[in-house]
């Protein structure tokens, strides 16, 4: 199993639907990030969190909400999604004991808005 | 604000042949990453640089940091098939504190 699961890992949904993407960690790791990709434009940085009181904007953090459940869980909302949004999202997470920096990805979740 | 740019973006080379990706970033950070990523997959971590003049090696890539001229180099040795990808560098500017930067990536063919 991975260490970093992301569901649903691909979704279809129209425009003005709230959309939620989950993603849970068995890495033990702090740190956990949401990305979205784009064709050309690299990863760009949505939210981060190091820990379940700590939420903190990223570069693109217009349209998107986001919720640190547990250590283990950090969740990306799109309150009313719109096409723009259509992307591909990815989750990682950081261990801030070793702190290396390195980011290690969930597998993506492909989001097509219609 | 950071800026990281790599070049070129896009590389079509053959087997058997060297080559080198760079990667330029606009402020002071001594921690690089690069990863690699497969059409339609998640990105794995190749290297870690972590101070100047870091250096490593996984068979046929190598990667190293000049903070002060603000620059990693991929270098691919006699490059296969299997290599072919798409490349980003990211640049951690804070310790952490920001995550990381990412460049736009260099596609990577190799032909047989």
């Known amino acids: 199993d991975a260490d970093v699961t992301q569901t649903p890992r691909n979704r279809i949904t129209k425009t003005g639907k709230r959309i939620m993407l989950e993603c849970s960690q068995t890495?033990?790791?702090?740190?956990m990030y949401w990305y979205r990709q784009d064709p050309g434009l690299g990863l760009r940085l949505i939210y981060y969190?190091?820990?379940?009181?700590?939420?903190n904007k990223g570069e693109i953090s217009d349209g998107y909400s986001v919720s640190r459940q547990a250590q283990a869980k950090f969740s990306l909302s799109l309150e009313s999604a719109i096409p723009n949004q259509t992307a591909l999202y990815f989750c990682?997470?950081?261990?801030?004991?070793?702190?290396?920096?390195?980011?290690?990805f969930g597998e993506g979740s492909r989001l097509t808005v219609l | 604000e950071l800026k990281v740019e790599q070049n070129p973006l896009f590389l079509s080379m053959q087997e058997g042949k060297n080559y080198t990706i760079y990667c330029n970033y606009s402020?002071?950070?001594?921690?690089l990453y690069w990863y690699r990523q497969d059409p339609g997959k998640s990105l794995e971590s190749l290297f870690v640089?972590?101070?100047?003049?870091a250096v490593k090696q996984e068979g046929r890539l190598m990667a190293s940091l000049d903070t002060k001229a603000r620059l990693s180099t991929l270098h691919i040795t006699a490059a296969v098939h299997d290599l072919s990808a798409t490349y980003f560098c990211?640049?951690?500017?804070?310790?952490?504190?920001?995550?990381?930067?990412f460049g736009k990536g260099t596609h990577l063919i190799i032909q047989p």
């Open positions: 990682a997470t950081s261990d801030m004991g070793r702190d290396t920096g390195e980011l290690f």
């Open positions: 890495k033990g790791h702090d740190r």
């Open positions: 969190s190091f820990d379940v009181k700590d939420i």
């Open positions: 402020t002071t950070s001594d921690r």
């Open positions: 640089l972590l101070s100047n003049g």
């Open positions: 990211a640049v951690d500017m804070r310790g952490g504190a920001d995550g990381l930067t």
